[in-house]
């Protein structure tokens, strides 16, 4: 079960196409939407957008209901599977699991999640 391990000065944020470096349980980071990003949902639609980067993020369905989790204090992996699962009516835990740290990895590498404590540092 991987978790994400927050960065440190010394410790750059991973690059796109690399997975945040995973941590033991008993280390789990509390996550946060970032302050900069901003997103609503129209009719089942979702879009973010970052006023840091001036990028805009469709989401899909499961990214969405992930956000949810984050924005409600759920940040543990398992936790959101089981949230996500039960929202979209999936039945496939493997599959739904893989997605979960997927979807988390996308989110944190795009910058539109981060380690809780890192949001007080952000400008």
Partial sequence: MAHWRRTTRSEPR???GQEPRPVQ??????LTLSPGCRWRTWEGESVLYDTRSDATHYLNAFSTQVLHCIEQGIAEPDAITRRVRSALGLRAWVATQRDVHRALAELWIA???IAAEAEKDAP
């Fill in 14 to 16: 991973p690059r796109r």
């Fill in 25 to 30: 349980d008993s280390a789990t980071t509390p």
């Fill in 111 to 113: 910058g539109i999640i």
